[in-house]
């Protein structure tokens, strides 16, 4: 391509930085490596990841290297970094703080924190009042902002600490005290918070987690590791299909799609090669379920989707986790490691004449990339975008080959279902709902954690189970689902947790979010910050979602405020009006659930008496 | 060896069946029965974003509105054009842009909003426009919280930076017309693309470079896709900005390039004896609606003074 390139020139840093992501030297300034544009521009992302660890902002010179490299436009390069919340395209400290102020950390202290940041570091995003934090001697520049949810609702409040350099450190973690912030920024390991990880039932998702060392192949496998892989490569690819279809197991990612039928469809797709994508970009306010099982057990995910790779006949699997969650992939890419050596990856899987790699893809700051099909084209090195649908992903995913596309859940679930088979699963849970389920449970509860669950357990229950409200104060409200999904009212909470019982109270599990209210919490600026993640996680592409987000934001600035446009009930229809819209006409999942949960509480909990109109 | 012919697609649109070739999309379709259905962000010389949704549908059995400028024809599709939902989505649609962006030149935009009773005001007053840069400066992911007192807008001030057209972003509905042209699907060369995220998401080049410093060879085929006058010749904006531009005082004339031989079509626009707009016909065999910068900005040479 006849490109025209910047004329800004790298640091050798920067430049090695890319050259390390991109797998060659250029020292010789020869060609690119990769012979096809698409697997170039794929590249994209993570070289952009890097230059941002090396140096901690995307300097014109490294874009511009970047873009030599790979032989993508500046332009597009530019429009790709400008979209990742995690990537900064002008300078910034070596060492850079994100302070999540969503629904759970606002109610755990995150207001303090970032008062307390504010004090120590001045104010957010001002470089001019960035501060200095000192470690043995050697000064680094700090600076901070707030960021929506971390996925550490059950330690919260949480912080993400990443600290560019030569050797990059990225540090997540709960019970974030300015203190503890500021040593994470000078470089120092913080000890983690704890939190629960419980089962009132049989513990089949969470049979490791918290439990065996995570790190270690062979207690992997002495704890019953690779049994399903071993089992289903002796079953043969349809049996393995069949069983997972029998199993009714439906996908765990929010939309409940039926996981056999998914992969029966990639299975028969003519086209070749086809793909195995790991949805690890858990970003729904109030979830961490998938973290939890990315952090404690990281091979059973990596098994389910060599599992998924033979049953659909995938070559390759793509593992693409959220940018926030350093732990997690310094795990899966351990694990990865492990497994090639213990030739359960690569050619010959476990000695079969399977031949199946997985590559760790990282996101970079978007919630959008959570869609399935702003994923894709996140990993394929362009904007988060999603596109209508059809064609599905199962005929046109990733590359547009057929691609399995499935949540960590999902697949951690497969394992049971391969082993002991579908009836040994329908055991647990419900009818329409067979097996097990994690749930989120953060807020103001006494054990806030991930808990494994039969479907059919009531919200009470489990409510119960987490100890219930610290000081046995009322529940104002459940938020149900996450931020996408919807509010429970005290009245709601026989609700039973399946997908049945949900839906007949007219709520959704979502992402398996419960997280708990008080009758202290303050509910309107709950919902109008809400608004505000949506309206800041709109990928912007279309008109109901980019502007539509806008309007819901400002409606609930005005409703919290009180100084209302015609009255309550005139807002309450301007809302309604918004939501329909963004629900009929908006491409995505993003906007056509950015209302439900703002409508959802308008509607169970009445925030607004009629009296104060 | 003969080609079979395309297979057709049954369907229904508002009750009427309708028979349309296999790959056409429920737009094609509805076109076909002369059921009109808006767009904005469709042209028939470019790939389908459906991004502007004005274009909604109802599809029997969706759970949601389906665009009908991207959404093939699919055998026994049932379609409602003007249902409740439809005409809900396609007003709200209106409103979130009318109460945006700039909407004034665009006479698709000014037909629809009396067609749907649209009313952009309800969000509230304007608030006022940024600053030049302030839009460039958004990060992803953050915004200022607002009190809800006044309708954010993406009003900005023009950019000028050369002498055949401008930039007036505040004009900009992010329709991705000009990305598209200036990308595969005319000109390839990709001097401009999407960046930013949510409102804040605008059409820029590398880090917001000028037009001249970036690689825009100024075929000016994002100023011929731009269906709301955010792009324009600057011999266009500087007669509107004195209050000169007068559409009954002008001709237009249809001419071949004589720039070199390709033969490409060029429609002329004239007013008081000088060519203020070049276009080309978007279904003209040759050119499909696009230029080079010799016949689309060319022509002013023929202009005695300059």
Redesign the interface.
């Known amino acids: 391509?006849d490109?025209?390139h910047?004329e800004d020139t790298p640091t050798d840093a920067e430049r090695q930085a890319v050259d390390d992501v991109v797998g060659q030297s250029r020292s010789d300034g020869g060609h690119a490596l990769a012979p096809d544009a698409r697997a170039r521009r794929s590249l994209l992302l993570p070289a952009l990841l890097a230059l941002q660890a090396r140096r901690g902002w995307v300097s014109?010179g490294g874009?511009g290297y970047v873009c030599r490299v790979l032989e993508v436009?500046?332009?597009?390069?530019?429009?790709v970094a400008?979209?990742?919340?995690l990537l900064?395209?002008a300078e910034r400290p070596a060492a850079f703080a994100h302070l999540c102020d969503d629904v759970a950390c606002s109610m755990a202290g995150a207001d303090q924190l970032r008062a307390a940041m504010e004090q120590r570091f001045g104010a957010p995003?001002a470089p001019e009042h960035r501060a200095e934090v000192h470690t043995r001697g050697h000064a680094t520049k700090a600076c901070w902002?707030?960021?929506?949810c971390l996925g550490l609702c059950d330690q919260a409040p949480a912080a993400l600490v990443t600290v560019a350099g030569s050797s990059p450190s990225a540090q997540a973690f709960g019970g974030a005290t300015a203190e503890k912030v500021a040593a994470a920024m000078a470089g120092r390991a913080i000890e983690p918070a704890s939190y629960a990880i419980c089962a009132n039932g049989p513990r089949r998702l969470l049979a490791r987690a918290g439990l065996v060392d995570p790190t270690r192949i062979d207690l992997y496998q002495a704890h019953g590791g690779f049994e399903a892989l071993h089992k289903a490569l002796a079953m043969g690819p349809a049996a393995v299909i069949a069983a997972v279809t029998d199993s009714k197991l439906a996908g765990r990612g929010g939309a409940a799609f039926p996981t056999g039928k998914k992969w029966e469809a990639v299975s028969k797709a003519a086209a070749t090669p086809r793909y195995v994508v790991c949805n690890a970009d858990e970003s729904e306010p109030g979830t961490f379920k998938d973290r939890v099982l990315l952090e404690e057990d990281p091979f059973a995910v990596l098994e389910a989707m060599t599992i998924a790779g033979f049953a659909v006949g995938a070559a390759r699997g793509y593992l693409y986790l959220r940018g926030e969650y350093p732990k997690a992939a310094s795990r899966i890419a351990g694990a990865i490691q492990q497994m090639r050596a213990a030739g359960f990856l690569g050619s010959q899987v476990a000695g079969s004449g399977f031949a199946f790699d997985i590559e760790l893809r990282s996101g970079a700051?978007?919630y959008i990339c959570g869609e399935e099909t702003a994923l894709f084209a996140s990993i394929e090195g362009y904007?988060g975008e999603p596109r209508?649908k059809?064609p599905f992903p199962v005929h046109s995913g990733l590359f547009a080959k057929p691609t399995a596309i499935n949540n960590v859940e999902t697949l951690a679930a497969v394992l049971h279902i391969v082993r002991e088979g579908a009836a040994s699963y329908a055991s647990a849970g419900t009818a329409g709902s067979p097996g097990t389920k994690l749930f989120c449970v953060s807020g103001r509860v006494a054990n806030p954690g991930v808990y494994e669950t039969p479907f059919g357990t009531p919200l009470r229950s489990l409510l119960e189970m987490a100890g219930g409200v610290p000081g046995g104060r009322p529940i104002q409200a459940v938020l149900l689902g996450g931020a996408a999904g919807g509010f429970v009212s005290p009245a709601g909470l026989d609700l039973e947790l399946s997908f049945e019982g949900a839906r007949s109270a007219g709520a959704t599990l979502g992402s398996g979010v419960i997280l708990v209210l008080d009758d202290t919490i303050p509910l309107v600026p709950m919902l109008r910050r809400i608004a505000?993640f949506f309206?800041?996680?709109?990928?912007?592409?279309?008109?109901?979602c980019?502007?539509?987000?806008?309007?819901q934001?400002?409606?609930?600035?005005?409703l919290e405020?009180g100084?209302t446009?015609g009255g309550v009930e005139a807002e309450g229809l301007?809302l309604a009006?918004?939501g329909?819209?963004m629900?009929?006409?908006?491409?995505c999942g993003l906007g056509?659930t950015a209302s439900s949960a703002i409508e959802s509480a308008l509607r169970v909990l009445q925030p607004f008496p009629r009296s104060t109109r | 060896m003969t080609q079979a012919p395309p297979k057709s697609v049954n369907m229904r649109i508002d009750g009427h069946e309708v028979s349309v070739p296999e790959g056409s999309t429920i737009l094609d379709a509805c076109r076909k029965l002369a059921v009109e259905t808006p767009t904005f962000c469709w042209a028939e010389n470019l790939t389908p974003?459906?991004?502007?949704?004005?274009c909604?549908v109802e599809l029997e059995g969706a759970r949601?509105?389906?665009?009908a400028c991207?959404?093939?024809a699919e055998p026994g599709m049932s379609i409602r054009t003007d249902s409740a939902?439809v005409r809900?989505?396609r007003?709200?649609?209106l409103e979130?842009?009318g109460?945006?962006v700039d909407m004034s030149l665009s006479e698709t935009f000014a037909k629809l909003k009396s067609q749907y009773g649209a009313d952009p005001d309800?969000?509230?007053p304007r608030a006022p426009r940024a600053a030049a840069g302030e839009r460039e400066a958004a990060?992803?992911?953050?915004?200022e919280?607002?009190?809800?007192?006044a309708?954010?807008s993406v009003g900005q001030p023009v950019k000028v930076d050369n002498e055949l057209f401008v930039r007036d972003y505040e004009k900009c509905?992010?329709c991705y017309k000009c990305v598209e042209a200036c990308g595969t699907d005319a000109q390839?060369t990709?001097?401009?693309?999407?960046?930013?995220?949510?409102?804040?998401?605008r059409i820029?080049?590398?880090?917001n470079a000028s037009l001249p410093d970036?690689?825009c060879v100024f075929c000016g085929n994002c100023v011929g896709v731009c269906p709301t006058g955010a792009l324009m010749f600057k011999s266009e904006s500087d007669l509107r900005e004195r209050g000169e531009w007068d559409e009954s005082k002008q001709t237009v004339t249809d001419t071949i390039c004589g720039y070199c031989g390709v033969g490409c079509q060029l429609t002329l626009r004239v007013q008081d004896n000088r060519i203020v707009r070049v276009t080309s016909p978007s279904d003209h065999s040759v050119t499909g609606g696009h230029l080079c910068i010799k016949g689309r900005f060319g022509s002013t040479f023929v202009e005695g003074d300059r």
Request: hydrophobic content about 40%.
């Open positions: 391509m490109l025209k910047l014109r874009l436009p500046p332009a597009e390069a530019f429009g400008s979209f990742y919340a900064a395209l995003h902002a707030k960021s929506p700051g978007a904007r209508s059809p505000e309206r800041d996680e709109s990928c912007g592409q279309c008109v109901p980019r502007v539509g987000t806008v309007r934001e400002e409606l609930l600035a005005r405020s100084v446009r301007l009006d918004l329909q819209a629900r009929d006409a908006s491409i056509q | 974003v459906n991004v502007c949704r004005i909604v949601t509105l389906v665009p991207s959404r093939k939902r809900l989505s007003k709200v649609v979130l842009l109460s945006s309800r969000f509230g990060e992803p992911g953050h915004h919280v607002p009190d809800g007192s309708a954010a509905m992010l390839n990709f001097a401009i693309a999407v960046a930013g995220r949510g409102f804040d998401a820029s080049t590398e880090f970036s690689a």
